[in-house]
């Protein structure tokens, strides 16, 4: 996939905004790559009803599946990339702070609801380290935000968004390991 390819934030906000999912782009994104880091499949689903989201809009154009469908080849190929270049899906970094802030609480929220509804065995057996990402991705997607000195809050957000996205990959290994037919492919 290219970079010309690649799904951005902003289109999934208006994807979100279109079909009215009532969630936000980046917990959208989380929910998927939680879904798929968990061990679940959408070879059988579509990635609204993977994550069990209704829109309140009619239903989704041809080309709004097309959208979700390049979304989660995406957050597949993302999250098995062997040279780690996963990232979560948020606001740009000329958006403000605040509103960066809050899209990787949204971020962390959906990855563990996802992480839920994918529902494998796995997860009764995940190591210690595993369980404490996820009790970590818990009290992030708990937080609330008091800014004080931007630059020392811009730093603290980039390492959040790097512990969050080294555990997503630490997770993803870990469920993924056990089943490696539940990936389908090996790249």
Do not use: K
């Not at 239903?59 to 040279?83: I, K, N, V």
């Not at 937080?143 to 968004?161: H, K, M, P, R, Y």
Request: net charge negative.
């Amino acid at each position: 996939m290219t970079a010309g390819e690649l799904v951005g934030h902003d289109e999934i906000d208006a994807l979100v905004r279109r079909l009215r999912l009532g969630t936000e782009a980046a917990e959208l994104h989380g929910s998927l790559c939680g879904y798929l880091a968990g061990g679940g499949s959408l070879r059988q689903a579509s990635v609204l009803s993977a994550l069990q989201l209704d829109g309140e809009a009619s239903s989704p154009s041809a080309d709004d599946l097309a959208l979700l469908q390049r979304l989660s080849r995406q957050c597949e190929t993302e999250l098995a990339d062997p040279e780690l270049g996963f990232e979560p899906l948020l606001p740009a970094d000329d958006r403000p702070l605040a509103e960066r802030a809050e899209a990787m609480v949204d971020w962390c929220r959906g990855f563990l609801g996802g992480f839920g509804l994918a529902g494998t065995a796995a997860h009764a057996q995940l190591s210690e380290e595993a369980q404490e990402i996820l009790r970590d991705l818990g009290t992030i997607a708990a937080s609330s935000f008091d800014f004080g000195n931007e630059d020392e809050d811009e730093d603290a957000l980039i390492e959040v968004q790097e512990f969050v996205r080294v555990g997503v990959l630490l997770l993803h290994a870990e469920c993924s390991a056990p089943d490696s037919s539940a990936s389908g492919t090996v790249h």
